[in-house]
């Protein structure tokens, strides 16, 4: 199972919003074939998995697979019938799929055509690789990231707008990573405005590209700005943020970024809708002149987020609260 999980995680800035999931075929303790999910809409990881197998089933083979084989139409056909199809008798699998339409069907469909089934292995692990999509089906809405980038005595611009840059490049290229592995970014008309940003992923691997949600009330943008060059912007206009993320919930996404200036991060925190603060801290100070992140000190605490870890990159340091 270990390999099985080890060969789905390359793919992680593909597949999203499906899970990383990794099949094998194993016969007296050797790998014959191994498969993953390559490609959100793609083949399922069973169906490589089968397609790298040529030889003939006997009652010594096992599937080995990360997560419950679905049993639904998608984009792509249920996999169980694949799995009886192909005459194999034993199959071990990972962890349940949270996702409601194939939770705990995809298993009752392989036992009552009478395959040996054992759930449970290294499930912990399964779940945390795919800690968005496990979220988003549990909790019905999607996780909920804020990133800020901050002096060291908090504030997060001068103001009186002079642009510098607070934090290092080695910080600003490890944001391209935290964006690529979101499904949206999220961001208000302040910064739209005043930053000029393009907020999409520059990283030098293969990525999907997170969808923008532009929060704002001004009717007209300008579409020259960068932040609408890549035609991947929605603009939605409504105040409630809980209103906001309960219409994601609906849709393929599991996890959100949140990356907006002092104004929109402190209505987030105070909804209580913050799952992980990541903040990026220079050794600077801004002193007087600045504007402070947070409108309550305690903050942090009180949206119940705790410290997970905290490191230096550069110059900088990197701290994650989770709740
Ligand atoms: C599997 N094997 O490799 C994956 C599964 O739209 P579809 O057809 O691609 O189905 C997506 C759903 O299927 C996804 O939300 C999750 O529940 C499950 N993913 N299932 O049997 C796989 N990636
Ligand atoms: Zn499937």
């Known amino acids: 199972m270990k390999r099985a999980i080890e060969i789905s995680a390359p793919y992680k800035y593909l597949t999203k919003p499906n899970p990383m999931v990794g099949a094998l075929i194993v016969k007296d303790g050797e790998i014959l074939a191994e498969g993953a999910h390559e490609k959100f809409g793609g083949p399922h990881a069973e169906v490589n998995c089968f397609n790298a197998f040529k030889d003939k089933f006997d009652f010594d083979h096992v599937m080995f697979c990360t997560l419950e084989p679905c049993n639904h139409h998608g984009k792509t056909p249920p996999c169980t019938e694949k799995i009886i199809a192909s005459g194999i008798k034993k199959i071990v699998i990972g962890s349940l799929d949270p996702n409601p339409i194939v939770a705990g069907k995809g298993i009752k469909r392989l036992r009552d055509a009478g395959l040996?089934?054992?759930?449970?292995?290294?499930?912990?692990?399964?779940?945390?690789?795919?800690?968005?999509?496990?979220?988003?089906?549990?909790?019905?809405?999607p996780y909920v990231t804020i990133k800020i980038a901050s002096s060291a005595d908090w504030m997060s611009h001068n103001r009186n707008g002079s642009t510098t840059w607070i934090t290092s490049a080695a910080s600003r290229s490890d944001v391209q990573k935290?964006?690529?592995?979101?499904?949206?970014?999220?961001?208000?008309?302040?910064?739209?405005?005043?930053?000029?940003?393009?907020?999409?992923?520059?990283?030098?691997?293969?990525?999907?590209?997170?969808?923008?949600i532009l929060l704002t009330s001004q009717e007209e943008w300008d579409s020259n700005l960068i932040f609408f060059k890549d035609k991947n912007v929605t603009i939605n206009k409504e105040r409630n943020l809980k209103e906001v993320i309960k219409d994601l919930s609906h849709k393929e996404i599991n996890s959100v970024l949140v990356e907006a200036g002092p104004k929109l991060v402190n209505s987030f925190l105070h909804e209580?809708?913050?799952d992980q603060l990541i903040v990026y801290q220079s050794p600077d100070s801004l002193g007087e002149g600045g504007v402070p992140w947070f409108e309550d000190n305690r903050i942090i605490d009180k949206c119940g987020l705790s410290l997970k870890s905290s490191y230096t990159i550069d110059r900088d340091k990197k701290t994650i609260f989770e709740k």
Do not use: W, Y
Request: positive net charge; charged residues 35%; glycine residues 6%.
């Open 272 to 274: 209580g809708l913050c």
């Open 178 to 212: 935290v964006r690529a592995e979101h499904d949206v970014i999220l961001t208000g008309g302040n910064t739209v405005r005043d930053d000029q940003p393009r907020m999409d992923a520059r990283v030098e691997f293969p990525t999907l590209q997170p969808r923008k």
């Open 116 to 141: 040996d089934v054992s759930v449970g292995i290294l499930a912990p692990e399964v779940r945390e690789l795919n800690k968005f999509f496990f979220f988003k089906h549990e909790n019905k809405r």
